[in-house]
């Protein structure tokens, strides 16, 4: 049996569709550094942590009695916003719309990709998939999403802060200065240029 011949131009493409792989995961690597990542890839990790819940155990239910509909929905939006801040993400609603912490800056969520998160969670979580997929039953998770997880409004500080590439540069009486961005400032822009302390 002749063994194939080594074909240096199979090989240089292989190589070159690996690096063109390489370079495209570090642009997107580097993109998400500077801009945050975006709200789908936030709530596609944020699902990954969603584990199975006993809802009979946290509803305090005998095995005999029926879960209702209203216990569902309560305890998987209260396992979500757990979940969420036992990993330091932002999820929250504010003045109707729905935004999540990139990291940067606070994204508004489309309602019905938000809905789609909401039921995929709750399956994952046990509901039965048949009422998970519900539209009045997504509907309820959304509603009472809005009801469990709104912010409420922010006192206006002294400092006045402005949302750059690599941090947020903040004005104080004393000195202005570049800090990390953080979620409890709820700034849901981000400017595309870094701040440089060397620029005139």
């Known amino acids: 049996m002749a063994s194939k011949a080594f074909n240096y131009k199979d090989y240089i493409g292989l190589v070159g569709n690996e690096l063109q792989k390489a370079t495209l995961l570090g642009i997107e ?17 944020l699902l990954t942590q969603i584990g199975k819940v006993n809802f009979r155990e946290r509803a305090g239910l005998d095995e005999d009695v029926k879960m209702s509909r209203k216990l569902y929905v309560v305890i998987a939006i209260d396992e979500i916003i757990g979940t969420a801040i036992s990993h330091n993400w932002g999820l929250c609603t504010k003045d109707g719309f729905t935004y999540v912490f990139n990291g940067k800056y606070w994204q508004v969520v489309n309602l019905e990709d938000f809905k789609t998160f909401l039921a995929g969670a709750a399956i994952q979580m046990g509901v039965p998939i048949l009422e998970a997929k519900y539209h009045l039953f997504k509907d309820e998770l959304s509603k009472q999403f809005l009801s469990a997880a709104n912010l409420p409004t922010l006192e206006v500080g002294e400092n006045t802060l402005i949302n750059l590439a690599n941090g947020t540069f903040e004005i104080t009486k004393d000195k202005p200065y570049l800090r990390e961005q953080r979620r409890e400032d709820f700034i849901k822009y981000q400017l595309p240029f870094e701040f440089n302390p060397q620029a005139k």
């Open 29 to 45: 690597s580097k993109r998400e550094a500077l801009k945050g990542k975006s709200y789908q890839k936030v709530l596609t990790e």
